[in-house]
């Protein structure tokens, strides 16, 4: 699709208020982000993002910052859909004048001999000078955050589709192997589904029955503010765990070691998260919430187990979801 095809949607009333009048360009392309709900796409080597911008005033129309960012650089700018687009202004060439060979028939004995042939002069057409479609911006860069760095790119490609993610939290803190995938639904939507198995000491005694045997399976749909996989956003969660757990004080539940707890839960809840690119693909995420959770289980004594078990159910308040995860991004 070619940009002369796109309807712009570019809030051009709005304005920017900078914190300064001076200001690189780092800073500029952010403070211009931030206060309107646009996103530059430009190659790197295009702006150079510690170069010094001086704006006629710190109260400007979003079109009149741009315009003045760009002042002297030769770009120019078009909008697609939430995007600022940068790429070189293509001048027109200047025509190549036809220089044609004049014939000329001289007779020998005359001195005024004149030209049999003179071409006539060309009209000059006008160049038709097409606007560089989208693909031709950026052909292969990479997907960064919003943030103006050098390595903030964006592309027709889009935004990544897929997040893998291990969280860390998780895994060290109870030895339970996890992995969560997160598929893009919409520019600002995005549905996760993890799972975490922990199998560990399913063959214990009655002298040795600490575990925390389980099997989680969790989704939750989000929406992020800003887009899809990058800075904050909110959820809803729901989940389901079998488990067999013994040996263990496990707080806003109640369990307590001296006990053995065979049974399952599900929940449902809201969550907030914040997702951190550390450069192109990889980034921190960081995530918790809280909600409803139902539990039916049976109750033992681990240390006599064959006595018959005592069955409860619960409905309570508590944590659904705490995560520092490592991430991965997948275009």
């Known amino acids: 699709m070619a940009l002369s095809a796109i309807v712009p949607t570019f809030a051009q009333e709005g304005k920017v208020n ?8 780092a800073s500029a392309i ?13 190659q790197s080597d295009l702006l150079a993002p510690r170069s010094t911008i ?7 129309l979003i079109k009149e910052a741009v315009k003045q960012l760009l002042a002297e650089k030769n ?22 004048p036809k220089t044609d060979d004049v014939y ?6 005359s001195i005024d001999a004149s030209p049999l042939y003179r071409p006539v002069p060309k ?17 292969q860069v990479y997907y960064s955050s919003y943030y103006p760095l050098e390595n903030h790119i964006y592309t027709n490609v889009g935004l990544p589709k897929i997040m893998i993610k291990t969280n860390l939290l998780y895994l060290i803190g109870t030895l339970t192997p996890n992995l969560e995938l ?8 995005s549905l996760l589904i993890s799972w975490g198995y922990n199998p560990w000491n399913l063959n214990s005694s009655s002298e040795n029955n600490d575990k925390l045997v389980h099997n989680m399976v969790r989704s939750e749909f989000r929406y992020w503010f800003c887009e899809r996989f990058v800075g904050h956003a909110i959820g809803v969660s729901a989940l389901y765990t079998r488990f067999n757990i013994s040996g263990k004080n496990i707080p806003f539940i109640n369990f307590e070691k001296e006990f053995r707890y065979n049974g ?25 919430g809280a909600g409803i959770v139902y539990t039916k289980y049976d109750l033992f004594n681990r240390l006599q187990s064959d006595e018959a078990p005592e069955e409860k159910t619960k409905i309570l308040f508590a944590p659904t979801q705490l995560s520092i995860s490592l991430t991965f991004l997948i275009l």
Do not use: C
């Open 182 to 189: 997160e598929f893009g639904t919409g520019p600002k939507t």
């Open 54 to 60: 001086v704006f006629s005033q710190q109260e400007l």
């Open 30 to 42: 952010q403070t211009i982000e931030k206060q309107s709900r646009y996103v530059f796409v430009y």
């Open 264 to 288: 399952s839960a599900v929940g449902a809840g809201l969550n907030y998260s914040y997702h951190l690119l550390l450069g192109s693909r990889w980034g921190l995420e960081f995530s918790a």
């Open 75 to 96: 770009l120019d700018y078009k909008i697609y859909n939430k995007y600022i687009i940068i790429y070189f202004k293509i001048l027109p060439k200047a025509p190549v």
């Open 18 to 25: 900078f914190p300064s009048v001076e200001m690189d360009m």
């Open 104 to 109: 000329q028939s001289t007779d020998v004995h």
């Open 123 to 139: 009209k000059t057409e006008t160049l038709e000078i097409p606007e560089p479609a989208i693909e031709q911006i950026a052909p």
